[in-house]
């Protein structure tokens, strides 16, 4: 369960990764959109006022989806020596990724907290299985057939 777990949670950090980039992309490009417009054309709309204002809400999103992000790879990492840190770091990291950018982080936030959880169970399940094999009786050991030495 430790590989599922750090396998699911790199694929989805590197896809938030991936897909947070690009959120940072469109709204650096959406920032600075207006400044394309001829200053004397007249819109329907004040697209040049809030044109920016979108797209500096889109960079501050993207960039805490991007930190969830490298987070989340982080988390991936330390899931296979220390379950129980990664397990609650791959689920904080897929919850905030949610939160930040919801359509985007959708399919990358689900894999980590699935990662995650499947961490944080993995633990309980290994205590389990080293309760029931306690309980088992020990085997007699086995008698060897004896053999005389050559002389």
């Known amino acids: 369960m430790r590989n599922t777990s750090s396998i699911l949670g790199l694929i989805g950090g590197i896809l938030g990764l991936v897909l947070s980039a690009l959120t940072l992309m469109v709204g650096i490009a959406v920032h600075f959109l207006p400044r394309l417009f001829p200053p004397n054309i007249n819109l329907p709309l004040p697209v040049d006022r809030y044109l920016p ?30 379950n129980r840190t990664g397990g609650i770091l791959l689920i904080i990291s897929g919850i905030i990724g949610l939160v930040s950018l919801l359509i985007v982080f959708l399919v990358p936030g689900v894999l980590l907290i699935i990662g995650g959880v499947l961490a944080l169970t993995e633990r309980q399940e290994r205590k389990n299985n080293h309760f029931v094999h306690e309980n088992k009786p020990s085997s007699p050991p086995m008698e060897l057939p004896y053999r005389e030495p050559k002389e």
């Open 53 to 82: 204002i979108f797209g500096a809400f889109m960079v501050g999103r993207g960039s805490i989806a991007l930190a969830s992000a490298i987070a989340g790879i982080i988390a991936a990492v330390i899931v296979n020596r220390r």
